[in-house]
C-alpha cells in the first residue's frame, strides 16, 4: 500500500511552509543581486551601508558628483595663473644682469676710411657672439627648470591655467632679460664708441642676441620640467569604483552577507 502524493503548492500559495517569498519591491530582477531591499539601483554589491555611488550622488537633475571640478574653482586658478606669469616674468631681470655679467665680450675696433668711421671685429674669425647666444640660453635653461620646480611645490595639482601661466611667464621673462642686458651693456651706437674710444682701440660691442629662438629656451624647459614633475609626484585621482579597505572599519562582505567577527 503506497503513501497518497501531495500535490505541490500553487505559485500563488503565500503559506507560511512556502520556502520562496517573492521579493516585495517588484519584479526579482530590479533590484541588484545581494543589495539591501529598496536599495538604489546602482547600489555596489558588499559596499558597506551609506557608501557613495561610484555613478554620484542622485539629485533632482539626475546624478550628481562625478563631474565635480577637483581643487580650487576657476576663477582661483585664473587669479593663481596671473600671479604666477607675474612673478615668473619679474625673474628676467635676474637673467639679464647675470647675462650681462657672464656673456663674452666680443672685441670691436674703430678705423678711418676716407675720413669716415668703420667699425670690424678685431678678430674676425672668433665665437664670442656664439658665446653670448649660448650663454643666454643656458641661463634660460637654468631658470626654466627653477621657476618649474618653484610653481609646482607651490601647487602640486597644476591645471590648465597654471601650466599657461608658466609658458608666458617664461616668454615675458626671456624678453625682459634681453632688453636689461642690452641696457647694462656696451652702447649701442658704435661708431659713437669708436670715436670715443679712437682709432684702432679695441673695444666691446653691445650685446647681442644672434638667434631670437633662444627666447623660448626658458617657456619650453620649464614646460617640460612641470609636466614631467606633474607626471611622477603630483596627486592622483582616486578610483570611484574601490570601495574601503578593511583597514578602514570595514569587512569584506561575501556572497551570504559580511562574515561573523
Not at 503513501?3 to 507560511?16: F, N, V
Not at 623660448?216 to 579597505?245: E, S
Amino acid at each position: 500500500m503506497t503513501a497518497p502524493l501531495t500535490p505541490p503548492p500553487h505559485p500563488r500559495d503565500q503559506s507560511p511552509n512556502n520556502a520562496w517569498q517573492p521579493p516585495a519591491g517588484g519584479h526579482a530582477g530590479s533590484a541588484s543581486y545581494g543589495a539591501p531591499q529598496g536599495a538604489p539601483h546602482d547600489a555596489v554589491y558588499g559596499a558597506p551601508p551609506g557608501a557613495p555611488s561610484p555613478h554620484g550622488s542622485h539629485g533632482p537633475y539626475g546624478i550628481s558628483g562625478s563631474y565635480e571640478q577637483d581643487g580650487p574653482g576657476m576663477k582661483t586658478e585664473v587669479r593663481e595663473a596671473a600671479v604666477v606669469a607675474v612673478v615668473v616674468a619679474f625673474f628676467g631681470a635676474l637673467l639679464g644682469v647675470l647675462w650681462w655679467w657672464l656673456a663674452p665680450s666680443v672685441p670691436l675696433v674703430g678705423d678711418v676710411v676716407d675720413k669716415s668711421w668703420v667699425v670690424y671685429f678685431k678678430d674676425s674669425e672668433g665665437e664670442q657672439a656664439v658665446g653670448v647666444d649660448g650663454t643666454f640660453t643656458l641661463l634660460a635653461l637654468a631658470f626654466g627648470l627653477v621657476s618649474a620646480v618653484g610653481v609646482f611645490l607651490w601647487r602640486r595639482r597644476g591645471g590648465v591655467p597654471l601650466v599657461v601661466a608658466l609658458a608666458v611667464g617664461g616668454f615675458l621673462g626671456s624678453l625682459l632679460a634681453w632688453r636689461v642686458g642690452v641696457w647694462l651693456g656696451p652702447t649701442e651706437d658704435v661708431i659713437a664708441h669708436a670715436q670715443d674710444v679712437g682709432k684702432g682701440v679695441t673695444f666691446s660691442a653691445p650685446l647681442k642676441l644672434g638667434a631670437k629662438g633662444v627666447w623660448l629656451a626658458w617657456p619650453l624647459a620649464a614646460l617640460v620640467v612641470h609636466l614631467g614633475l606633474t607626471a611622477l609626484f603630483g596627486p592622483r585621482d582616486a578610483d570611484p569604483y574601490q570601495g574601503p579597505g578593511p583597514s578602514e572599519g570595514h569587512q569584506q562582505a561575501g556572497p551570504y552577507g559580511v562574515p561573523p567577527a
